[in-house]
């Protein structure tokens, strides 16, 4: 009988350990030894629909008979669509004079901005217009953008749970590493929906002058540059003359003996 009641009590105090034991929390913060798995994106984010992202550009080359009154018209479309000059450089070469603009314009205003600035137009040397579908790539910044945010979540919390100076140091790290991952994500992302949000337009535009400046100069002129030309030329003979002096008397005299022995031989 006291063996039963022995065994009774021994089973029932090893129950009552074991339930205790299933009933506490346990953490493992052993972080050094492991790499924690990115989390898996919920069901609901396939899901959401995500609008179009389209990236405009253009490029125009054409020639006017004003530059100013262009560069007013281009000027005036810019403010009428709320947009901006991102670069503005000129050029003259001895046929021509060249302006080139670079402006942002908001990518709904697009469509409005070419036609005000191609009004008086009577032909383009060169119109580009292309469209990037940019929409998966959006996409995919976002879908990584948001796995790396929710995994720094998990490791800042196991973060608080860690004790030992080792663990919290090698957390730290990979809370490190994957901001810095995060910081980058966002920098593309943002880059990439400025550039969505606003089409560069760039515009070449030109003024011939070679003709016109052919024109101006009068007939007397040209005389006069040609009695010019000609007097710089026998000024730049005569200085050639002089440099070269020893050497012309070296073949003065030489030719003269020559001449002279010829002669002798003659006779």
């Not at 009933?23 to 994106?41: F, G, K, M």
């Not at 901006?84 to 302006?99: A, F, G, L, V």
């Not at 024109?215 to 030309?229: D, F, L, M, Q, R």
Request: glycine letters at 2%.
């Amino acid at each position: 009988m006291k063996y039963i009641f022995f065994l009774f009590f021994t089973a029932f105090t090893f129950s009552g350990c074991s339930k205790h034991a299933e009933n506490e929390p346990v953490y493992d913060t052993a972080i050094s030894a492991v790499t924690l798995s990115a989390p898996s994106q919920p069901n609901e984010d396939k899901n959401i629909i995500i609008p179009q992202k389209i990236i405009r550009e253009a490029y125009l080359k054409f020639e006017t008979d004003d530059l100013e009154e262009t560069f007013n018209q281009i000027q005036n479309a810019i403010k009428a669509n709320k947009g901006n000059i991102q670069n503005d450089s000129q050029q003259k070469s001895s046929k021509n004079i060249s302006r080139n603009i670079v402006v942002r314009i908001p990518s709904q205003n697009f469509d409005s901005f070419l036609q005000s600035i191609s009004k008086g137009v009577s032909y383009f040397d060169q119109k580009d217009i292309s469209s990037a579908n940019v929409t998966e790539q959006y996409i995919d910044l976002t879908s990584r953008l948001s796995t790396k945010q929710k995994l720094e979540a998990r490791y800042i919390e196991i973060l608080q749970k860690a004790t030992k100076v080792s663990e919290i140091l090698e957390i730290e790290k990979q809370i490190s590493a994957i901001r810095e991952e995060i910081e980058a994500k966002q920098g593309q992302l943002k880059y990439l929906e400025s550039r969505v949000a606003e089409s560069t337009v760039t515009i070449e535009f030109y003024k011939t002058i070679a003709q016109k400046e052919g024109v101006k100069t009068s007939y007397g002129s040209k005389i006069w540059s040609s009695i010019e030309s000609g007097f710089y030329s026998l000024s730049g003979f005569l200085l050639w003359t002089l440099s070269v002096w020893p050497f012309i008397i070296i073949f003065c005299v030489l030719a003269y003996f020559i001449r002279k022995r010829f002669k002798r031989k003659k006779i």
